[in-house]
Nanobody
Framework: QLQLVESGGGLVQPGGSLRLSCTAS????????IGWFRQAPGKEREGVACITTSGATNYARGVEGRFGVSRDNAENTVSLQMNNLRPDDTAVYYCNRGRSDRWITWGQGTQVTVSS
């Protein structure tokens, strides 16, 4: 049983939007910083966005102003809203939880493809 599950990926046209979700079955996400990462074919995994336990957010330079990360603690969910998508946003997207300055729980990922 996976401890973190990502969902919401799919195929969209350039300029379109997707909302990804990260949920956990065995722990409360609001006890952790939650990060979003992505890995495109032939490239290393990179950080995309992060939300702290206090609600502060951080974004990679390439997505700031287009992506937003938020929490719904009642649903134990962290979402990544992605707007104005570009072909180079195509990747498998992952969420993770942080503890003691480490990312400790990887999910299976969800595929995002941006193409005409």
């Amino acid at each position: 049983q996976l401890q973190l599950v990502e969902s919401g990926g799919g195929l969209v046209q350039p300029g379109g939007s997707l909302r990804l979700s990260c949920t956990a079955s065995e722990f409360a996400l609001d006890n952790y910083a939650i990060g979003w990462f992505r890995q495109a074919p032939g490239k290393e995994r990179e950080g995309v966005a992060c939300i702290t336990t206090s609600g502060a957010t951080n974004y990679a330079r390439g997505v700031e102003g287009r992506f937003g990360v938020s929490r719904d603690n009642a649903e134990n969910t962290v979402s990544l809203q992605m707007n104005n998508l570009r072909p180079d946003d195509t990747a498998v997207y992952y969420c993770n939880r942080g503890r003691s300055d480490r990312w400790i729980t990887w999910g299976q990922g969800t595929q995002v493809t941006v193409s005409s």
